[in-house]
């Protein structure tokens, strides 16, 4: 397992209470279960719908959720941005 570096920006970082931590995961769908885990079913349902950044790279322009992690990865999440 790659041991990644998650960071958590705007609502999310409210939700969770911190704004990084590190957890180990082969990929991003499994970094998405324990995140579920770790943080509860109402973060994992409001990150299906992030930005989720890879070392700077949007996850949905590599691989998406099969996405492999390896150690040292920044894995970012933005939450949807509303206007008005």
Do not use: H
């Not at 990084?20 to 349902?45: H, K, P, T, V, Y």
């Not at 099969?66 to 008005?84: E, H, K």
């Amino acid at each position: 397992m790659a041991d990644v570096e998650v960071r958590l920006f705007a609502e999310y970082r409210k939700q969770v209470g911190v704004s990084r931590f590190r957890m180990e995961a082969d990929d991003l769908w499994q970094l998405m279960e324990g995140l579920a885990s770790r943080c509860g079913s109402d973060f994992l349902i409001g990150a299906e719908r992030a930005m989720i950044l890879i070392n700077g790279r949007n996850s949905a322009q590599l691989a998406g959720m099969r996405t492999v992690l390896r150690d040292g990865d920044v894995v970012s999440f933005f939450p949807p941005l509303a206007g008005g």
